[in-house]
């Protein structure tokens, strides 16, 4: 199986589901949230290399979490993007924080907003329950 960059699990390929998760989680929240990160790294044209090929690796089951922590390269690679980004947030002046503020506080709002929207489909009542038919007094056995 070959890496597809921005694709995450191709043809032959399936992607695991949450529960694949737990053996790093501590909860089926945190797993759907390590999910969910995973397939922004598979899927960001930002992202290259070795954090792309972690996330693809393991969506696809070619690779578990739990090797993938253990992969000195996979983690120095991690180590280095939280640098860049730590130095990206050290050179900002006070006018781009207070835009990424806006911008992150925009994120959330619809973060939350899709996550609840996801809560009340897996949770909610079904709209399509088959409970009988509706149609009263046709056919059927009267008494």
């Known amino acids: 199986m070959t890496n597809r960059p921005g694709n995450g699990p191709g043809p032959g390929d399936r992607e695991i589901d949450d529960s694949e998760l737990m053996d790093v989680a501590q909860d089926p929240e945190q797993a759907e949230s390590l999910h969910k990160a995973l397939r922004t790294l598979a899927n960001n044209p930002n992202v290259n290399g070795p954090l792309q090929e972690m996330a693809q690796g393991i969506l696809s089951g070619r690779m578990g979490m739990t090797d993938a922590i253990k992969d000195e390269r996979y983690m120095d690679a991690l180590g280095d993007r939280m640098t ?26 619809k973060r939350e907003e899709e996550e609840q929207k996801e809560r009340d489909e897996r949770d909610g009542p079904s709209t399509n329950l088959f409970t009988g038919s509706k149609k009263r007094g046709q056919g059927g056995h009267r008494g």
């Open 84 to 109: 860049e980004i730590r130095h990206a947030a050290e050179s900002q002046t006070m006018e781009d924080r207070e835009a990424e503020r806006g911008k992150r506080e925009e994120w959330a709002r």
